[in-house]
Structures are given as structure tokens and as C-alpha cells.
């Protein structure tokens, strides 16, 4: 399907270009009210688009789909190479849905409003572009563009602490940047070596001869830089800081997406090209995984910030996250996969949630609530609402997730199961306090007295992110129906060219049949 001369895809992740124009056309000032109805328009102009995908995609299919493909750089065969599979059609959806309700929730944005609304469009185009790409000099590069953008989004219209928070977001993930370009170069070179030319066709890389020395050096210097984006322990504490200073669509921007191109990367370009290295580091990645779920955990409970109480708890949940995508079986890598999008939803609507009441009171300090149900009912009941989705309750999208990538983990080792359960239990200590002390008691600050409750945008905001929090929960079926077969084709990938891997996991797996209660393919 081609629009304007374009293909789909390309379309997609260039739309918002047409946003950013027209904003650069108005440049108003004042409340910049032209400024924010074009950019929204524009998000949700791109989201229609992106259902296309939806409708066109062939789940019965492990092959790339919508694929396109035009010479960049001649010279070393890079390429403009994009498309889709299961692995990467949620991330789609996903950005394309989260950005206009973003958008909306920061409506109030009084500061260089124009300049804002590019950021956000900009980050947009960088976000789709780096799910796309395939061509791993192409992922590189909308791998940093996404950088500049966020490092702005923070850096102006963060806190009052932004600066540090933006030195040390930029430190962190550009140091792990040039040593995935270090990386990326040499695992090129070796293939002009064996094959006589440069690629750098993720697909050409899959199954190279590279011996395992070489395979854990290589695969150390992809791992770091997805590693940081992660954030994995103890290579998280950019995060906290980040979200803190943000502003809130930063801070949901950070957590629904940004942070979910390190288990993908690992997957997609890391995992399959480097196996012997996998095989070697797996258990060191799933222990990694399960400290930064107990440590993020007990870490949350002492927070007296919400902001960073929520960060922290990204932390945990993106361990989830870790341990069952390095568990390489099917539940534990669905379970991953469909957690990636249940966090997004999730930890962004409570951002959006704590960024609505910031507005009102302009603190972040737990100790200055309390009693907030009082003067901001409906608040209240979308703050508790989404809080139970974070720690799991079942029938909300959150328990879904964390079920498949404990019982992922519990089949490579019955104490990691354990482990991470206990994570869930300090989940519900963290935010249940939380909500307690912020929602509940005797109404007696000032502060809190002369509150009003949400608006018609801001309810129209969540209303979104609750439905599919409940749809998630409930039937997750058209999700699984979708990933089956490409994480069948990724783990038979890394299996496959790894003797020592047991070859039956990924045999019979029946996905798209399964009950989360009977996982025993």
C-alpha cells in the first residue's frame, strides 16, 4: 500500500514531518493553542495510519512483511532496510497510540510551546524509524536520533536539577552508543572477511561463523548499550534522575518506549548474531535481572518522591522484562514481550496520573497528600486503578506478563521463579503504601483542600489506557496470536546455531491455543 508515492511504512514513520512543518509555519507564542492542535492532529493522523498494519499483517507468517529496501551508501551496502514482523507491530501501534494521548496530557504547557510540540514529533519519527530498521547502520542512527530530542524535552522543560539529569542521561547512553557502534563495525568487518563484501543486513549477520571469544566480546559491547536503555541493574541509575526532572510527557515517553529498545535490540540484533555468547551469559543476565527487580523494589518502598517511587518500580518490572527474555523459551519470551507492552501502558497512564495532580499542587513530595479522595474522587479512582495493574492484580494487563516470564524463568531454574515472585510482593508493599498515604487519611493539608478534580481531557487521556489495561488483562489472545510465530522463528534462530541448547523448547508450543494456567509445551 503506497500513500503519496510512499510506502506504508515509510509513510508511518515520516508523518509527523508534516506535523513539524506546519508548527514551524505558526510558530506562535503565547498559549500556543495552533501549535498543540496541529501536533495532535498530526499523532493522530499517524495512529490511523499505523491500523493499517494491524488489518495488512499476516500472523501466520515468520517472514519480514511490508518490506523496503533502497541502497544509502553504496560502497558498504548500507541500506535503507525496513519492515515488519511480530516483533516489531506492537512497538508500532504502541507509539503512534501513546503520543496524541501525551500530547493531550500536557495541553497546559505554558513554556516555548511550538518548540515543544517539534520534540515531541521529532522523538516520534526516531521511535518508529529504530523499530523499523533492519539495516543495523540504520538502527544506529535512529537509535541516537531518538537521544537529542528527549536530552531537549528534559534539559528545557525539565526541573529544576535538569541539567544534571540530562549530563548524565547523555553520558550513559552515549557511552554504551560508541560501544555498540565499536561493536557493530567489527561484526561487519568479519563479515567482509568471510563473504568477500560489506553488509549490514541484520538478516545477513544471523548464523556467521565468529569464534566465541570473539562472540562474547562482541556481544558485550551490543549488551552494554541496550543494557543502559533498559535500564538493567546496575547500569539504572540515569533513570530515576531522567524521570524526576522530565516533564511528564518526557517521563511517559522514557517509560512506554524508549526504555523497551534494549530487550528488543537484544533480540533482534544481538541474541541471534552472537549464540555461543548467549548460552555463556544468560544466567549472569537472568541473576542481573532478578537483583534489579528486588532492588528496585525495596528501593521504591523508600522513596518519598512519587515520581521516583514510579521510576524505581520501572526498574523492577523491567527485570520481569530481562529474566524472560533470557530465559529463551516461549513463555518466558512472551511473557517479555507482552510485559514490554503492558509496562508502557501501565507506568505511562500512572505517569500521566502523577503528572495531572503536579500540575494543581507542583509537589512530587508523598508526605504533602493525603486525603486526596476527598477533593479529587475521580483522580483517585484512576490512580488506584492503574496501581493495581502495576503490581499484577489479576484481570489487568500487568499479571499477564509477569506470570509467563516467572514460569519462563522457573523452567531454566525453579529458585529464579521464586525470586521474582517475591519481587511481586514487594510490588504490592511499594505502591499500595504509596496510594495509602497519598489517597487515604484525614484531610488536613491546604495543599490538598483546594484541589479540583480531573477535567473532561484529562479523563479522556486515561479512559484509553484503562480499556486496554482491562483488554490486556482479560484476552490477550490477538496479542499472542500475532508473536507466536516470529518468537518461535528467534529462539529456533539462537538455538539452532548453539548445539548445547535443548532443540524441543520452541517444538509444539501451541501459543495461540494456550491457557496461562497450562504451560507445559
Known amino acids: ?22 508548527i514551524l509555519l505558526f510558530r506562535d507564542e503565547g498559549d500556543g493553542a495552533p501549535s ?5 492532529l498530526s499523532s493522530i493522523a499517524t495512529f490511523l495510519l499505523s491500523l493499517n498494519l494491524w488489518v495488512n499483517f499476516d500472523k501466520s507468517s515468520e517472514n519480514l512483511q511490508m518490506v523496503e529496501r533502497h541502497t544509502w551508501i553504496s560502497k558498504f551496502n548500507i541500506e535503507f532496510f525496513i519492515g515488519l514482523d511480530g516483533l516489531n507491530l506492537f512497538f508500532f501501534l504502541l507509539i503512534s497510540f501513546i503520543t496524541p494521548l501525551t500530547l493531550l496530557g500536557s495541553w497546559n504547557l505554558k513554556n516555548r510551546n511550538w518548540q515543544f510540540q517539534i520534540q515531541m514529533l521529532l522523538l516520534q519519527i526516531g521511535m518508529l524509524g529504530c523499530f523499523a530498521a533492519l539495516d543495523v547502520v540504520l538502527f544506529y542512527v535512529f537509535f541516537e536520533i531518538m537521544l537529542v530530542p528527549m536530552y531537549l ?26 560501544l555498540m557502534l565499536v561493536s557493530l563495525i567489527y561484526t561487519a568487518n568479519i563479515y567482509k572477511d568471510l563473504h568477500g563484501d560489506w553488509s549490514f543486513n541484520i538478516m545477513d549477520w544471523y548464523g556467521m561463523a565468529i569464534p566465541s571469544e570473539t562472540q562474547l566480546w562482541l556481544f558485550i559491547g551490543f549488551a552494554v548499550a541496550f543494557a543502559v536503555k533498559i535500564p538493567l541493574f546496575p547500569l539504572h541509575t540515569w533513570l530515576p534522575d531522567a524521570h524526576y526532572e522530565a516533564p511528564t510527557a518526557g517521563s511517559v515517553q522514557l517509560a512506554a518506549v524508549m526504555l523497551k529498545f534494549g530487550p528488543y535490540g537484544f533480540l533482534r540484533f544481538a541474541m541471534p548474531v552472537f549464540p555461543f555468547a548467549v548460552y555463556e ?25 512519587i515520581k521516583r517511587l514510579i521510576a524505581y518500580s520501572s526498574v523492577a518490572h523491567m527485570g520481569y522484562i530481562v529474566l524472560g527474555l533470557f530465559a529463551l523459551n516461549i513463555q518466558g519470551l512472551s511473557g517479555s514481550w507482552i510485559q514490554m507492552i503492558n509496562h508502557a501502558i501501565v507506568t505511562g497512564a500512572l505517569f500521566l496520573t502523577v503528572g495531572m495532580i503536579y500540575e494543581r499542587t507542583h509537589t512530587q513530595k508523598i508526605s504533602e497528600y493525603g486525603g486526596v ?37 522457573a523452567r531454566i531454574n525453579i529458585w529464579y521463579g521464586i525470586v521474582a515472585a517475591v519481587g511481586v510482593v514487594i510490588a504490592a508493599i511499594y505502591m499500595l503504601w504509596m496510594v495509602q498515604r497519598v489517597l487515604f487519611g484525614p484531610l488536613k493539608k ?24 482491562i483488554f490486556l488483562g ?18 529456533e534462530l539462537v538455538k539452532s546455531r548453539e548445539p548445547r541448547f535443548a532443540q524441543d523448547e520452541t517444538q509444539n508450543s501451541g501459543l495461540s491455543k494456550f491457557a496461562i494456567w497450562n504451560l507445559s509445551d
Do not use: C
Open 281 to 305: 551469559l544468560a544466567p549472569f543476565f537472568m541473576v542481573l535481572a532478578l537483583i534489579g527487580i528486588i532492588y528496585g523494589g525495596m528501593v521504591a518502598m523508600v522513596q518519598t518522591q
Open 153 to 178: 524535552l528534559i534539559g528545557i522543560w525539565g526541573g529544576t536539577n535538569r541539567l544534571y539529569a540530562t549530563i548524565k542521561f547523555f553520558i550513559y547512553t552515549m557511552l554504551g552508543s560508541l
Open 36 to 40: 498543540k492542535v496541529v501536533a495532535i
Open 1 to 22: 500500500m503506497d500513500i503519496l508515492g510512499l510506502p506504508i511504512l515509510s509513510f508511518i514513520i515520516f508523518s509527523p514531518a508534516i506535523g513539524i512543518i506546519f
Open 446 to 469: 491546604d495543599l490538598v483542600k483546594g484541589l479540583s478534580d480531573l477535567s473532561i481531557r484529562e479523563i479522556v487521556v486515561l479512559v484509553p489506557l484503562v480499556f486496554w489495561s
Open 373 to 409: 479522595i476527598h477533593t479529587m474522587p475521580k483522580f483517585a479512582v484512576f490512580l488506584v486503578f492503574f496501581s493495581m495493574a502495576s503490581v499484577g492484580l489479576p484481570g489487568l494487563n500487568g499479571f499477564v506478563g509477569e506470570i509467563l516470564a516467572m514460569i519462563g524463568a
Open 474 to 491: 482479560v484476552y490477550p489472545q490477538p496479542f499472542f496470536e500475532r508473536i507466536e510465530v516470529s518468537i518461535n522463528h528467534y529462539i
